[in-house]
């Protein structure tokens, strides 16, 4: 069931997963902004990843199967602090951001046949609390087991009553700027949209002229602030090889300043011109994987608050994974936005601030949420760091 232009906009509203990479069993409410913050190899990306999995359902080229591959097959996917039954499990609630009560429930699990290949063990569709579709397996199924190498999702002979979750699951958007693939065309070999950014500047030369325009006159607006000097940037015609360019006018003491192309901009400037992008360029989560790289604290500090002004405006759903302190320093992030990631032998917990009564405690005698919150997910032992080099 497709949705008009005017329908709100949607957002994953809960997660609940078993057997996924770090986590046994998660089960979290989520909410418009999600910040992930946790140790090194805690999961943070990991987790994010099950909503790309979920993308890669349903986009083009892709598939269960293919998504499987990608991630190095069910043995790569399964925890391995699992135990039986072993079955991969992933249940989202989706919900209308006018909306405390979920619009879609989509359910998925999976494992591996005699032969390592991945096969279906069940999926249901749930809409407003009804069933879409008898869950799968089913009597065709059963009678067909080749069948359950594919998830209904992915194929539009029978998602029609339920496409608006394949068409919400396509858009959603990761994003982790790798500068060096941005700035050397030649080191890319990937796919449109690729979320590294060895194809950023052709996505940016391709949009219409006046849409790209009026967003590089807003992505102006916060680079004078962010970066000094900076006063304007541009598109240039493609090069003798073809490939678009991006430059920039810094200002000095020659009237007319000067313009550096993107193989000059720093790692920062990059990176900060990608997320600006990103969050001008869809209307679908975004996933951002440490968005604080190569920025000056003074810029992180108000991520916080251009995320929430963004969302204001459009409703779009952002999670993201961090290590900074001045990141999580804004006052307006609540406890049911930030998630621990904690490593145990029975694999990663994940519980908001709002579970931990001494961070709660924390926040109410005026401390930071970074303060409150990143203690907590310190290393043990890694005062011990400098002793290597005596070793």
Known sequence: MARNGSAPPLFFSSVYLENWRNFVRVD??????????????????????????????????GGFQKAVEERGGISSIRALAGRSPSDVVIRVEITESNSNEPLWSYELSFAQDKQRKPVIKHEAVVRSG????????????????????QTYLEQTNTNQAFREIAQFFSSVEYLHIVPQLVRDAERYVGRDRDPFGGDFLEQVFSTPDQTRRAR?????????????QLREIETTPRDGKGRPHIRGKYEHWRPAGAWQTEDQFSDGT???????WASLDGSGPLLLEEPESSLHPAVVRFLPQMFARLQRRTNRQIMLSTHSPDLLADAGIGTDEVFLLMPTKEGTRIDPAAAFREVVALLDSGFSMAEAVMPRTEPGGADQLPLFADR
């Open 270 to 276: 990059l990176r900060l011109i990608g997320l600006l």
């Open 216 to 228: 590089l006159r807003r992505i102006e607006d916060a680079l004078r602030v962010a970066v000094p």
């Open 130 to 149: 009804r069933q879409v579709f008898s869950p799968r397996p089913d009597a065709e199924d059963r009678r067909d087991p080749e069948r359950l190498k």
């Open 28 to 61: 979290l409410a989520l909410q418009p902004r999600v910040f992930l913050v946790g140790p090194n190899a805690s999961g943070k990306s990991n987790f994010l990843d099950v909503f790309r999995f979920l993308h890669d359902l349903v986009s083009v080229g």
